[in-house]
Nanobody, 129 residues
C-alpha cells in the first residue's frame, strides 16, 4: 500500500510559524516528487510548493515564496513544509501528494495536481488572532 500522511497543522497567530510533515509509507520518498496543496473553504485547490524527485529543485507559489520552505529527510521518509510569517490568507486544509511522473526528475510543477497520484487526508491550518 502506498500512503502519505500529513501532520503538524493547528491554530497559530498571524506572523507565527508551523512545520507540516508528510510521511510516506509503502514507497521510498526519494523516488517521487512531493507537492503541497491547499484548499480554503469555498475556494479551488491550489498548489503551494513541490520538490523534484532527485535534483532537489523546488517550486513555490508566488503567494508563499520567501515564507515557506519545502525540504526532504530521506532517512525519515518524510517531506516537510516550514511555514513562517503566516497570514490569515494561509488558512486552509493542506495536503501532500506524491508524483512518480518521470519529467519531475529534475523539476516539478504543482498545477491542479493532475500528475500527483497519492494524496494524504489533509491537515487543517488556521491562522487567526
Amino acid at each position: 500500500q502506498l500512503q502519505v500522511v500529513e501532520s503538524g497543522g493547528g491554530l497559530v497567530q498571524p506572523g507565527g510559524s508551523l512545520r507540516l510533515s508528510c510521511a510516506a509509507s509503502g514507497f521510498t520518498l526519494d523516488l517521487y516528487a512531493i507537492g503541497w496543496f491547499r484548499q480554503a473553504p469555498g475556494k479551488e485547490r491550489e498548489g503551494v510548493s513541490c520538490i523534484s524527485i532527485s535534483s532537489g529543485r523546488t517550486n513555490y507559489a508566488d503567494s508563499v515564496k520567501g515564507r515557506f520552505t519545502i525540504s526532504r529527510d530521506n532517512a525519515k521518509n518524510t517531506v516537510y513544509l516550514q511555514m513562517n510569517s503566516l497570514k490569515p490568507e494561509d488558512t486552509a486544509v493542506y495536503y501532500c501528494a506524491a508524483s512518480g511522473f518521470r519529467t519531475f526528475q529534475t523539476s516539478c510543477v504543482m498545477g491542479r495536481g493532475t500528475f500527483y497520484d497519492y494524496w494524504g487526508q489533509g491537515t487543517q491550518v488556521t491562522v487567526s488572532s
